[in-house]
Nanobody
Framework: QVQLVESGGGLVQAGGSLRLSCAAS????????MDWYRQAPGKQREFVAR???????VYAVPVKGRFTISKDDDKQTVYLQMNSLKPEDTAVYYC??????????WGQGTQVTVSS
C-alpha cells in the first residue's frame, strides 16, 4: 500500500525559498501523476503543480516561474522547489499521487508560512 510523507515546510520571509519533499513508500504503479496542492486557512484546496511518470510538468498560474516540480524515481520522491515566496503562498501543502487513473493517495501535508 502506497503512503506519502511530505517534509520541508517551515517559516520563511517573503522572497525566500523552501524545498518540499514528498516521499512515497510502497510501489508506485505507472503510469502515474504526482501533484502538489495547497490549502490556505478558510480557502479550498487548490492545485499547485503536477509531474507525470514521463516527466511532463504543469503549473498553476500563481506559481509559474517561481516553483519547480521534479522527481527522483530511484527514491520515489517528488520535490517542489519554491522560490520568491510571497505571503499568499502560506498554506498547508499536500502531495497526491494518482496511479493508473484510479488509485489516489494523499499525504498528510506540511505547513508553509511566509512572513511579510
Amino acid at each position: 500500500q502506497v503512503q506519502l510523507v511530505e517534509s520541508g515546510g517551515g517559516l520563511v520571509q517573503a522572497g525566500g525559498s523552501l524545498r518540499l519533499s514528498c516521499a512515497a513508500s510502497g510501489s508506485i504503479l505507472s503510469p502515474y501523476t504526482m501533484d502538489w496542492y495547497r490549502q490556505a486557512p478558510g480557502k479550498q484546496r487548490e492545485f499547485v503543480a503536477r509531474i507525470s511518470s514521463i516527466g511532463v510538468t504543469v503549473y498553476a498560474v500563481p506559481v509559474k516561474g517561481r516553483f519547480t516540480i521534479s522527481k527522483d524515481d530511484d527514491k520515489q520522491t517528488v520535490y517542489l522547489q519554491m522560490n520568491s515566496l510571497k505571503p499568499e503562498d502560506t498554506a498547508v501543502y499536500y502531495c497526491k499521487v494518482v496511479m493508473r487513473g484510479v488509485h489516489i493517495v494523499w499525504g498528510q501535508g506540511t505547513q508553509v508560512t511566509v512572513s511579510s
